[in-house]
């Protein structure tokens, strides 16, 4: 892969997916059957080792579905009572509520890009609480300290977070909440085509609790599969084993945020050190660790650059579609394509090398 | 892959699998944005490969969904509005019945394995006709002769088709019915995580008539996204493209269709050369042409000298469970693969090669 993609949506994946896939096919793997023993060891190891390398708690369950989007859907349908509650202040949690409004009661409650979550502001009626902790459009993020005071203070409401963007990149203290949710493609680094769901216990009873059993991807119906380590479908084997061979090789979460904000604070000292490229979100503590959203006058003259460089940058979202330009930090993505950026960043705006 | 994999649920993967992946990283199609002209692209050129191997008419939509299952629930969610009606004879058309039967009015038509689809049989009531083209569990088939009296006799009903272990295998005459799904790992030789949908004009002008749009996979949401030669949730790109490369190769379902006939042929006139194995569809007009079921009362001495040879035989399933094993009649399995089977049945059975 000549290119460096920067892509914030599928990203760049790790480098030796493509070895792990020749394996599979020598293994069996592409042609075992998900009711096997054979596949059901596979997904025990599986979420044994992503519980190991992301810091899962022991008591949270672990599923697998078809992409985040279906999370939005099961959510609606398997755990929400009376309505839910979603702060937002982008497209994707904005494409959530639009989604769970159709299936349930929904309160929308909106908050500048600048701005912390307002964790004060809940509706008595709500029993779902829904948070795009790291939001792909505009590069903004919800801390930990935020989510800890939401939790605090809404003691038997259940808090569900979109980590589409952040799992695997970003250490999440996953007793803040009830649902975390996300994709492979981002910072897991796999191809798309998978998504991942981890409950907590409050989770599990409240969804027994509900007993909504009507649809294939019931919670229960989902959890039932995923405590005999197998799923409610016919699911995506080859992205599980490559999902297990790629945890397997990480150091684990606590070395790969330092990874990720080593990064981070280079793509900083850049942005200090010259005037044609600014960061999208002023607020230091709201800005996404994963994803970056930079502007610049010179919009069209920087695209035409990267892309004679091989290097694909990521189009801004939505209202910030044509003043931003979005750079991935994911973890798959190599120490010499975040130099070969910056070099090019540099050179684009006169700034010599550190 | 030195074992020879016979089972009829994911088996084989074609054996170019692992060069085309390979081409996928290189090409940067494993991190390509689904909204991208890119993967615009190869959607088109898959769903025309499709239409042009498998003769799929003009005039029908094709679709990507995460799997057959979802199928189920697609079909009584957007496309019922009264009942459907359930024909079958085995585990999977069973299911498929108590999955619809949770989120509409169901009619269970239950008949004999060896008997031909009851078309006479309508409930009044019924709006949608649920049909198990091959039900795997069994290995028994309706006959396209038998769909079309079906469709004959109920113009104005959606008439709907399970050819999950047949699609790719098997000339099927797609007029005969609104709607067909399959999934990748049968008879498209792809490994697991991807379900097709085929759906007539009558079928769209059915969804749209009914309009239901409260689900993410909200058959109309669905039809929007792939006739923008997009998905409703991000796709499992490398299956699309799999999917396309290996059509590309194939010679197309008529060639294919003798293939596998032949191959058929090969394994009736050995059930008919011995008396240690047979058929557990007496009736050879409503007999699989991709599946098996045989029967023998050497099961345990069967079992493991195939596993001795590295041939992997399908158990019966359900009440054929320990009477039955079953054999995959699939495109991917290779001619040396089948001769490897065929000797060790022979030298089983003491019965030497033709």
């Given at each position: 892969?000549?290119?460096?993609?920067f892509?914030p949506?599928?990203?760049r994946?790790?480098?030796?997916?493509?070895?792990?896939?020749y394996?599979?096919y020598?293994?069996g793997?592409?042609?075992?059957n998900?009711?096997?023993?054979d596949f059901?060891n596979?997904?025990?190891?599986?979420?044994?080792?992503l519980?190991?390398k992301?810091?899962?708690?022991?008591d949270?369950?672990?599923a697998?579905?078809?992409?985040a989007?279906e999370?939005?859907?099961?959510?609606?349908q398997?755990?929400?009572?009376k309505a839910?509650?979603?702060f937002?202040n982008?497209?994707f949690?904005?494409?959530?509520?639009?989604y769970?409004g159709k299936l349930?009661s929904?309160?929308?409650?909106?908050?500048?890009?600048?701005?912390?979550?307002?964790?004060?502001?809940?509706?008595k009626?709500?029993?779902v609480?829904?948070?795009?902790?790291?939001?792909?459009?505009n590069?903004t993020?919800v801390?930990?300290?935020?989510?800890?005071?939401?939790?605090?203070?809404n003691?038997?409401?259940?808090?569900a977070?979109?980590?589409?963007?952040s799992?695997?990149?970003?250490?999440?203290d996953f007793?803040?909440?009830d649902?975390w949710?996300a994709?492979?493609q981002k910072?897991?680094?796999l191809?798309a085509?998978m998504?991942v769901m981890?409950?907590?216990?409050?989770?599990?009873?409240?969804a027994?609790?509900i007993?909504e059993?009507?649809?294939?991807n019931s919670l229960?119906?989902?959890?039932e599969?995923?405590?005999k380590?197998q799923t409610?479908?016919?699911p995506?084997?080859l992205g599980?084993?490559?999902l297990?061979?790629?945890q397997?090789a990480t150091?684990?979460?606590d070395?790969?945020?330092s990874?990720?904000e080593?990064?981070?604070e280079?793509y900083?000292?850049?942005?200090?050190?010259?005037?044609?490229?600014?960061?999208l979100i002023?607020?230091?503590?709201?800005?996404?660790?994963?994803v970056l959203?930079?502007e610049t006058?010179?919009?069209?003259e920087l695209?035409?650059?990267?892309k004679?460089q091989?290097i694909?940058l990521?189009?801004g979202y939505?209202?910030?579609?044509s003043?931003?330009?979005?750079v991935?930090?994911?973890p798959?993505?190599?120490?010499?394509?975040v130099?070969?950026l910056?070099?090019?960043l540099?050179?684009f705006t006169?700034?010599s090398?550190?």
């Amino acid at each position: 892969m000549k290119v460096a993609n920067f892509y914030p949506g599928p990203s760049r994946v790790y480098s030796n997916i493509t070895e792990y896939i020749y394996e599979a096919y020598m293994d069996g793997i592409m042609s075992v059957n998900h009711r096997s023993e054979d596949f059901m060891n596979l997904m025990e190891l599986t979420k044994k080792e992503l519980r190991e390398k992301l810091q899962i708690p022991a008591d949270y369950e672990i599923a697998f579905i078809s992409s985040a989007t279906e999370n939005w859907e099961i959510i609606a349908q398997s755990l929400t009572q009376k309505a839910s509650q979603h702060f937002y202040n982008g497209a994707f949690g904005e494409k959530w509520a639009s989604y769970a409004g159709k299936l349930t009661s929904t309160i929308n409650t909106h908050f500048g890009i600048n701005e912390e979550l307002p964790t004060g502001d809940i509706a008595k009626k709500a029993d779902v609480l829904c948070v795009t902790q790291n939001e792909t459009s505009n590069a903004t993020q919800v801390s930990m300290k935020s989510l800890k005071m939401l939790r605090e203070e809404n003691v038997g409401k259940i808090i569900a977070v979109d980590v589409t963007s952040s799992l695997g990149g970003v250490k999440l203290d996953f007793t803040l909440a009830d649902v975390w949710y996300a994709s492979v493609q981002k910072c897991l680094g796999l191809p798309a085509g998978m998504g991942v769901m981890i409950l907590s216990p409050f989770a599990v009873q409240t969804a027994e609790k509900i007993g909504e059993r009507d649809h294939y991807n019931s919670l229960l119906n989902i959890l039932e599969n995923t405590r005999k380590n197998q799923t409610q479908y016919t699911p995506n084997v080859l992205g599980i084993y490559l999902l297990y061979k790629t945890q397997q090789a990480t150091k684990g979460i606590d070395y790969i945020e330092s990874k990720l904000e080593k990064r981070m604070e280079e793509y900083v000292s850049f942005v200090d050190a010259q005037d044609q490229i600014n960061y999208l979100i002023t607020n230091e503590k709201v800005r996404s660790r994963t994803v970056l959203a930079l502007e610049t006058s010179r919009m069209e003259e920087l695209k035409s650059g990267a892309k004679e460089q091989s290097i694909i940058l990521g189009n801004g979202y939505g209202p910030w579609k044509s003043s931003t330009f979005r750079v991935a930090n994911f973890p798959a993505i190599k120490n010499k394509e975040v130099e070969k950026l910056m070099e090019f960043l540099r050179s684009f705006t006169g700034v010599s090398a550190r």
